[in-house]
């Protein structure tokens, strides 16, 4: 009985192709639209929580300063005090549940390499680093502690600098001048790539802290603490002890606000991830008005269907097919009809959604629990939309109907 209906319904939609068309148009455009929306948003979601992996897992970035205060600007207020060694060295000899502890100073300067030169972030550090922001290397070696304690002209690169410097070829044993030193490179780091913000995090030198400090920056100012936790340890757990440790180092009382700023990455991901997935959810939610438009041109053309057939209603139900038969033959038809919509609009969004991937350069992450909401939901239409065309059609007196031109 059922498929005998379908088949009909077929026959039906096939007769009236045009008006069919149009009529599936606004499902078309409406699950298009849903679709391409949370299949952008969530490659945008996916997006955002790889941008903050690449700065390191569980970690903690403490800068110098105090938070900027309401209405103020973003970031940091100027530094009171700028972070020390003797900072880090505290955090290493105290805390405990600390997988990596790391210096790091940045600033942009000239590197040149023959006759070419390239604008680069040069960062001081230690051998810590590489850990403590979940960084390998492609080949070579990290600087030793010696090395970071002489100050040597030892230098890993990234992999811009290399394809400016030196294109496919090895760089190790090379010398580059960084601000006017030479650093000998002993090693090649992990590609990255671009962050969301469009910094290109392959655009580094990596040098010797004291060497930075000395040759580079003039001054033994230390911009960032980088604390990788270890498994066992949650960065939140961690937060508070390295802030007990450096208002003890730093001789700041409780009673005084800290001159110093500590950021959770995890949480810093975790908001963005919650905020990418509220925009995604609004964008879809408003793409979804438009389901509503197209159920309604669904119901339009049905009641128009119904009137047009009201004869061969009439026929039917003079020779004996009852209420329910005709009911469910519209019905059926209203929901085939949307189904149809929806997957062409599946397959629509899908395509949106990928083209959008390759040109924003963001994951193209299709679900299928959406996927399968939305030939649901459009078949959910056809059938809450259908209904009152199918009972008006139902509901016809015979004798009516066959008088009906």
């Excluded at 290397?137 to 990290?142: A, E, F, K, N, Q």
Aim: charge should be neutral; proline fraction near 4%.
């Amino acid at each position: 009985m059922i498929w005998e209906t379908v088949r009909l319904s077929l026959r039906s939609i096939r007769r009236n192709v045009l008006r069919s068309f149009l009529t599936l148009l606004g499902i078309v455009i409406g699950v298009a639209a849903v679709i391409a929306m949370l299949t952008i948003g969530s490659g945008t979601t996916e997006k955002v929580k790889a941008d903050i992996s690449k700065l390191g897992s569980n970690l903690l970035v403490v800068r110098a300063g105090r938070p900027a205060g309401p209405g103020g600007p973003g970031g940091l207020d100027q530094a009171v005090r700028p972070l020390a060694e003797k900072d880090v060295a505290a955090l290493v000899a105290h805390l405990s549940g600390a997988r990596a502890i790391s210096p790091a100073s940045q600033k942009q300067v000239r590197v040149i390499f023959g006759t070419e030169s390239l604008t680069s972030g040069v960062t001081g550090t230690d051998s810590a680093y590489l850990d403590a922001r979940d960084w390998k290397l492609v080949s070579g070696r990290s600087f030793s502690d010696s090395e970071t304690r002489a100050g040597a002209g030892v230098c890993l690169i990234g992999e811009t600098v290399r394809q400016q410097f030196f294109g496919a070829g090895d760089p190790e044993g090379e010398i580059i001048r960084v601000n006017r030193t030479s650093c000998k490179i002993i090693g090649l780091l992990e590609p990255k790539g671009y962050t969301g913000f469009g910094q290109d995090q392959d655009n580094v030198v990596l040098t010797p802290l004291h060497a930075f400090q000395r040759r580079i920056a003039g001054n033994r100012d230390i911009d960032n603490i980088y604390i990788a936790a270890d498994d066992r340890t949650p960065t939140t757990e961690l937060q508070p002890r390295v802030e007990d440790i450096l208002r003890d180092t730093r001789r700041i009382t409780p009673d005084r606000d800290p001159d110093f700023a500590i950021r959770d990455m995890t949480q810093i991901a975790d908001a963005m991830t919650s905020a990418t997935t509220t925009m995604t959810g609004m964008l879809g939610a408003v793409a979804g008005v438009s389901l509503l438009v197209g159920g309604i041109g669904i119901m339009n053309i049905m009641l128009v269907s119904v009137t047009e057939r009201t004869r061969e209603i009439g026929i039917r139900l003079a020779i004996g097919a009852h209420e329910k038969h005709i009911l469910i033959q519209f019905l059926v038809e209203a929901t085939v009809l949307s189904l149809f919509g929806g997957i062409i609009g599946i397959l629509t969004g899908l395509s949106l959604a990928g083209l959008a991937s390759m040109t924003l350069t963001i994951p193209f992450a299709p679900s299928p629990a959406v996927i399968m909401l939305a030939v649901g939901f459009s078949a959910l239409i056809g059938m809450v939309f259908g209904f009152f065309p199918a009972l008006r059609g139902a509901r016809l007196d015979p004798i009516d109907a066959l008088r009906h031109e």
